[in-house]
């Protein structure tokens, strides 16, 4: 990180575990996402509840969904989440994978944000700022046109680029205890 003239420069690599935390952070916030799990949960376990009273008479086959009913009342949560992290790593793969180790120059100005990278270099005005998301492992810039920018902690002073953002009066929503669950 580099300081001039309330500048603030940072250079770093986005990681392709950078892209899969992103992915991620944004699913979990996702009601539609929310619903699929609540909704697989509760239909497959009364499915198989149900299956178990109506083969209850044949024995094995009761006994047998009835099993299934608790395991999946049990483990279907960590099962999706399991299920969904396998596809959002999937997809960074396939979608992000030339990206992976690219070096990223973000200029914080005091109206706007300055990137490039080797695709080429953008402006975006701190009024475009949707919000900043905070997680022990990133800050996530959430820009107006959809875009994000990922400052992953461990490439930055993350307490200067607080300090900064405060300055320039832009709230962030911290979300320390964030994970994947």
Do not use: C
């Amino acid at each position: 990180m580099l300081l001039s003239n309330s500048i603030m420069t940072y250079e770093y690599q986005i990681q392709e575990e950078d892209f899969v935390g992103f992915q991620l952070y944004t699913a979990s916030k996702s009601e539609s996402i929310r619903r699929k799990k609540r909704n697989g949960w509760i239909g497959l376990t009364i499915s198989a509840l149900i299956l178990a009273l109506l083969l209850w008479e044949h024995g094995g086959l009761g006994i047998y969904f009835l099993i299934v009913a608790v395991i999946t009342l049990l483990f279907y949560p960590k099962y999706f989440m399991w299920r969904y992290k396998r596809h959002y790593e999937n997809y960074v793969k396939k979608s992000h994978k030339n990206r992976f180790g690219e070096k990223v120059r973000i200029e914080i100005h005091p109206d706007h944000i300055f990137t490039k990278d080797r695709t080429g270099e953008g402006k975006i005005y701190l009024s475009a700022i949707d919000q900043i998301n905070e997680t022990s492992k990133y800050f996530f810039v959430q820009i107006s046109s959809g875009m994000t920018l990922i400052f992953p902690k461990e490439n930055i002073n993350s307490e200067q680029l607080k300090e900064k953002f405060d300055t320039l009066k832009i709230p962030i929503h911290e979300e320390l205890n964030w994970k994947w669950k």
